[in-house]
């Protein structure tokens, strides 16, 4: 989906915060490592060189990240360019426009959205999401942040990346920018049901819907609010994304002067990625766009922010949190200081560090002052170093307390500054973090190119320089400099940009229960003022428009002048990938042999099936809290140094696994999870052997005869509990689709069932009630109980990635790991390494279920999942080609009409009204995923943790090919048909009276 991106989000940045693994929706990479061909063939460019139009400004080999990295700039028009050879197949191209709205009318989103509804060269009402389905792209999105919006795509095709740049360059150049599209993706008066001129007049548009849904996130909200506030003179004083009570001031003309004013070459910042010919890429750009158009001044810098000679401090309000932990205690409180221009580079690195020592996990100073004590739950939705505008900043607060702790944390945060001016840091904690930057920086993730250029993103529009930004090395070596030429370094930089800056900020935010009603009577007085502005005769043009624009989004596109890859142009085959099977102490255990780069990674699972039924609904908070209590020797702040000192990062998760033969059939258990570098290998197994072994504690206050040191700590359990579930009860706004698609698969199969408890809206109701508890003895048993049968080698098989070269040395430490934790346990019998052992629930019943969340938000959540085939059944293939005929948006202001449609579109599927280019459309989408790249450290997996083998995926891939007409007919007809499916339906949101009076659904209130 195309999507805002709200400013200042992501707590705890470390840098480089980009260069971490993303998750864009677990898309995968393919690596070739071994060559170095596209970045020595980049270092053959020279300084002067004139290529189709651009001449080269710089080539600068980048050894930390193994890319070259060609500067260059467009003769005609002064467009900048940057390309990154790098040996990697997952090519991206993006295309950055700096966009400085100077009010919230959501000009630079909408048009955003605008842009991609059709073109000169591909008229077609919607050829973005069109190409979704002609491409085999791993990624396609469009973002708008507070001051650039940038047009990304991936792919691993040549063919592909020319015809997705084809149509990204003439969309963003050349659009159609018709008053319809407006209308459509940004706001429009219309009768509530077009077809009733009767019917009251209202708002709608998808932008206007958007930041309705984004308005409703407490965590955006107050985000939104303290960019605002801390910059209050340009542009970003105003919401970049729209402001739903302003949105509807916008206006078409304004829309399309924008775009002439922004969306120019002269205001163009590309950039591109990978191992295909940069010359080439140069000749299309050129070609298709550059060259018709002449260098103009866009005017769009972003002036400094004049820096205030007091401190400031102001409030504002929200909805109350429903689902709050404590619901007595909704106030945040944060203190945000205005930093140094982001173009200074190391100074923008000394910051990012110094703000990850304040603030980063339980060893620093903020965490020790503001978490520990239980004053708040969390801390505020904006914490630590921001470098997303022009001038950074720097935010630490609370949420989660009560307005009459708001001094004492005012407080506390101005005696930490002290503190830390006074006490400096452990030089530990420094080498942990310059340890991590290694780690992120071998650490090869499934999409570096999209990293890369979100990471360059902010520093690049205010004409920094993204070469010098990739120099990471020469930034720790400097650093490393600074700290030993003056042992006060960072004491000095804390003492300047904290203790004497005078441009902060402290603002505050409460729950007004009465919030959600005053923004819906703003809106209605909105919506009043325009209407009685409107003459009969405006009414009726309303009316007729509003008809026209149904009749086009009913019409099928005609996408013949669209690009599109064959079905032919697909591999028939996949890779396959080199799997060893042996045994560790027992245990069965995979091995993978990789061009890790020098990082070991390590995974184990380990099954739940010996668990009682009453203390699964826990094993989430135990995956939570299991590598952050302390182990042996070590107390949780010990732990968590050594972690980082030593690992890449411990982490525990659920899995619940669909057998791939059986629907009533899964596995269940728990995945540990770690890396390190290869020297670090014994460390990081020690730190699991800890964390493994129970001894005999006794506690001034209780007696665990079996449980690992430190989990009786009662206080650190009691601020990760609440930690956890601030962090659930915040997640709603932002990923209620989710919890609305796993609620509605709930009643359809045991693994459906068992993942509602462990990661859905039943959890987190566990949580909030676990959170509540005054007294947490009950659960330190739980949880106690539940280690005693996980971690636990009768339970386990093991996986581990590494080099060659590293892996016999891999093996030995499992080894000595494995002996390590069993040593105190009964001999168990050699199970065979294939084995994975299920879950077989015999007489489960599936059966159809209607639930409604009655939530506190504008916008609904809404799913239906319908009880199908396990992965290897034949109809799998086939339903997986017939479901991309069935896709409706899940985020929708009208729950009920979202069904309806969707069911609308099943009535269409058993028709067999669609045609041999639709099904090709449909399975090169499909197969966009199945062939999504995959990570040195990832390779193997899904055989390790599902089951799913080379054989059975690339019988699954010829299955694919094989879909046909008639498949899909009779699998909708077998699946989707009246009296033939079972199915399961979930909404979440705001009071709703036709579902109030349907007897069929559940209806559960917050």
């Not at 915060?17 to 980049?42: I, K």
């Not at 960072?490 to 902060?504: A, I, M, S, W």
């Not at 990938?577 to 990789?594: H, I, K, S």
């Not at 690339?954 to 989707?976: G, M």
Request: with cysteine; net charge neutral.
């Amino acid at each position: 989906s195309r999507g805002l991106n709200w400013p200042m989000r992501g707590a705890l940045n470390l840098f480089p915060t980009s260069l971490r693994s993303s998750s864009f929706r677990g898309q995968q990479h393919t690596w070739r490592l071994r060559s170095t061909s596209a970045s020595e063939r980049a270092l053959q460019y020279q300084v002067g060189q004139k290529i189709h139009g651009f001449t080269v400004k710089e080539v600068v080999a980048v050894p930390d990240l193994f890319l070259t990295a060609v500067k260059l700039t467009h003769d005609q028009t002064g467009a900048q360019y940057l390309h990154a050879a790098r040996d990697d197949s997952n090519n991206l191209f993006s295309v950055l426009f700096r966009t400085t709205p100077m009010d919230s009318t959501g000009v630079p989103h909408i048009l955003e959205h605008t842009v991609l509804c059709g073109s000169k060269k591909y008229p077609c009402r919607d050829p973005f999401f069109k190409m979704l389905n002609r491409s085999l792209s791993t990624f396609m999105n469009a973002f708008t942040a507070s001051d650039y919006t940038m047009y990304p795509f991936s792919t691993q095709n040549g063919k592909d990346f020319q015809n997705l740049l084809s149509v990204y360059l003439d969309a963003v150049f050349f659009p159609c920018l018709r008053e319809q599209d407006f209308w459509q993706e940004g706001w429009r008066l219309e009768n509530d049901k077009p077809t009733d001129l009767s019917s009251p007049l209202v708002f709608k548009g998808v932008v206007f819907n958007e930041m309705k849904g984004a308005f409703s996130d407490n965590e955006s909200l107050y985000a939104q609010h303290l960019q605002n506030k801390l910059f209050p003179d340009h542009t970003y004083s105003v919401v970049s994304g729209g402001d739903p009570l302003v949105i509807p001031d916008l206006t078409w003309e304004q829309l399309k002067q924008f775009h002439a004013t922004h969306y120019h070459p002269s205001n163009a910042r590309f950039f591109t990625y990978g191992d295909l010919p940069l010359e080439t890429h140069l000749k299309q750009i050129e070609e298709d766009a550059l060259s018709k158009f002449e260098r103009i001044d866009p005017n769009t810098e972003v002036p400094n922010q004049p820096h205030w000679v007091t401190p400031r401090e102001d409030h504002v309000t929200c909805g109350p949190d429903a689902l709050a932990p404590d619901p007595s205690k909704q106030n945040t409180l944060c203190v945000s200081y205005l930093l140094g221009d982001i173009t200074d580079t190391f100074e923008g690195f000394t910051l990012n560090l110094l703000s990850s020592l304040m603030i980063s996990g339980p060893n620093s100073p903020f965490y020790k002052a503001l978490i520990e004590p239980q004053i708040g739950t969390a801390f505020s939705s904006v914490v630590g170093y921001d470098g997303s505008t022009k001038e950074a900043s720097f935010s630490v607060g609370l949420q989660g307390m009560a307005e009459e702790d708001t001094e004492r944390v005012k407080q506390i945060i101005s005696q930490t500054i002290d503190d830390i001016i006074k006490d400096g840091f452990e030089e530990e904690r420094i080498e942990a973090l310059l340890h991590r930057i290694e780690i992120q920086m071998k650490h090869q993730s499934t999409n570096f190119g999209l990293s890369l250029a979100s990471y360059i993103a902010s520093l690049w529009n205010h004409n920094g320089d993204p070469v010098e930004l990739l120099q990471i090395s020469s930034y720790v070596a400097k650093f490393r400099q600074s700290i030993k030429e003056n042992p006060n370094f960072l004491q000095d930089k804390v003492k300047h940009y904290f203790k004497e800056n005078t441009h902060r900020l402290t603002l505050s935010m409460s729950p007004d229960e009465t919030y959600v009603q005053k923004q819906a009577k703003a809106e209605e007085e909105k919506l009043q003022k325009k209407i009685q502005a409107l003459s009969d005769t405006d009414r009726k043009e309303i009316y007729e428009k509003g008809l026209e624009l149904l009749a086009v989004q009913s019409k099928t596109q005609d996408a013949s002048c669209l690009p599109a890859l064959k079905v032919s142009d697909i591999e028939p085959n996949i890779p396959i990938t080199a799997l060893q099977m042996g045994t560790a102490g027992g245990v069965p255990v995979q091995l993978c042999e990789q061009p890790t780069n020098g990082l070991v990674y390590f995974r184990a699972m380990c099954s739940l099936n010996t668990l009682p039924e009453d203390l699964k609904r826990y094993v989430p908070l135990f995956c939570s809290v299991i590598t952050k209590m302390g182990c042996g020797p070590l107390d949780y702040r010990q732990q968590a140094q050594q972690m980082e000192l030593r690992t890449g990062g411990m982490s525990v998760s659920t899995q619940v696994i669909p057998d791939a033969n059986e629907l009533n059939t899964f596995e269940q258990g728990i995945l540990l999870f770690s890396s390190c570098l290869e020297q670090n290998l014994s460390h990081m197994f020690h730190l699991w052997s800890d964390i493994f072994n129970s001894r005999k504690i006794t506690h001034k206050l209780f007696f665990y005869p079996h449980i690992s040191p430190r989990l009786e700590d009662k206080e650190r359990l009691a601020v990760l509990v609440m930690m956890s579930a601030q962090e659930l009860a915040n997640g709603i706004a932002y990923s209620g689709h989710l919890y609305a698609m796993t609620r509605a698969g709930r009643d359809l199969t045991p693994a459906g069932h068992l993942q509602e408890m462990l990661a859905g809206m039943e959890q987190v109701r566990v949580m909030k009630r676990v959170a509540e508890m005054s007294d947490l003895s009950s659960v330190m048993r739980y949880l106690s109980r539940i280690k005693k049968h996980l971690l636990n080698p009768e339970n386990m098989r093991c996986a581990i990635n590494a080099t060659p070269q590293a892996m016999s040395d891999a093996t030995t430490r499992l080894e000595t790991f494995m002996k390590d934790v069993d040593k105190t346990r009964k001999r168990h019998k050699l199970v065979r390494p294939d084995v994975v052992k299920v879950s077989f629930v015999q007489n489960f019943q599936p059966c159809q279920m209607k639930t409604f969340f009655q939530l506190p938000f504008p916008v609904n959540f809404v799913s239906e999942s319908i009880r199908t085939v396990p992965f290897c059944h034949q109809d799998y293939s086939r339903r997986s080609v017939l479901l991309l005929f069935l896709q409706v948006g899940l985020k929708d202001p009208n729950s009920v009409q979202t069904l309806s449609a969707f069911h609308k579109g099943v009535e269409w599927a058993k028709s067999g009204k669609f045609t041999q280019q639709d099904i090709d459309e449909a399975k090169l989408s499909v197969f966009s995923a199945v062939d999504s790249p995959t990570a040195p450290s990832d390779k193997g997996v899904a055989r390790f943790v599902s089951g799913l083998t080379d054989e059975m995926k690339q019988n699954h891939r010829e299955r694919l090919f094989a879909v046909n007409h008639q498949d899909l007919v009779s699998v909708a007809e077998r699946y989707l048909g009246a009296g033939q499916s079972m199915y399961g339906m979930a909404i979440l949101g705001p009071e709703n009276n036709v579902i109030k009076k349907d007897p069929s659904w559940i209806i559960q209130s917050s």
